[in-house]
């Protein structure tokens, strides 16, 4: 777990699906940041952890909540490539167009990485 981390974030930025269900179960708050501002969701979108982000969202997580850099789960998993992510991502109401603290969006990192059916998607959503 890096510093500044609750056991909920490390775990799902680790994507220990066991650990999250724990955690929540405890009690741990949902939407907690951790000192950089981002939440399990967040964490869990930019590694990829399709369940992890599932069980996050069905359990009331906020999907517009944005880092200390201004990114959103949304983002990350765009950067990244994570297509199944993004998907769940806009079925729960993600905001497109939100914009990061460098003025980018989703969709500017999905096309900058080449990520053709995350952009086409976001596109879909509405992406401006």
Request: charged content about 15%; some cysteine.
């Given at each position: 777990?890096?510093?500044?981390?609750?056991?909920l974030i490390?775990?799902?930025?680790?994507g220990?699906l066991?650990?999250?269900?724990?955690?929540?179960a405890?009690?741990?708050?949902?939407?907690?940041?951790?000192?950089?501002?981002?939440?399990?969701?967040?964490?869990?979108?930019?590694?990829g952890?399709?369940c992890?982000?599932?069980?996050?969202?069905?359990?009331?997580?906020d999907?517009?909540?944005?880092?200390?850099?201004?990114?959103?789960?949304?983002?990350?998993?765009?950067l990244?490539?994570h297509t199944?992510i993004?998907k769940e991502?806009?079925?729960?109401?993600?905001?497109v167009?939100?914009?990061?603290?460098n003025?980018?969006?989703?969709?500017?990192r999905?096309?900058?990485?080449?990520?053709?059916?995350v952009?086409?998607?976001?596109?879909?959503a509405?992406?401006?």
């Amino acid at each position: 777990m890096s510093a500044g981390e609750t056991n909920l974030i490390g775990a799902a930025r680790n994507g220990d699906l066991e650990g999250v269900l724990s955690f929540l179960a405890k009690g741990a708050d949902i939407n907690i940041k951790s000192k950089n501002g981002s939440t399990a969701l967040i964490l869990a979108s930019n590694g990829g952890h399709t369940c992890v982000v599932r069980v996050l969202l069905a359990k009331g997580s906020d999907v517009n909540i944005q880092a200390g850099n201004g990114t959103t789960a949304l983002y990350m998993a765009s950067l990244n490539g994570h297509t199944a992510i993004v998907k769940e991502l806009l079925a729960k109401g993600s905001d497109v167009n939100i914009r990061a603290g460098n003025g980018s969006t989703a969709q500017m990192r999905a096309s900058q990485n080449g990520h053709i059916e995350v952009v086409r998607l976001l596109n879909v959503a509405g992406a401006k």
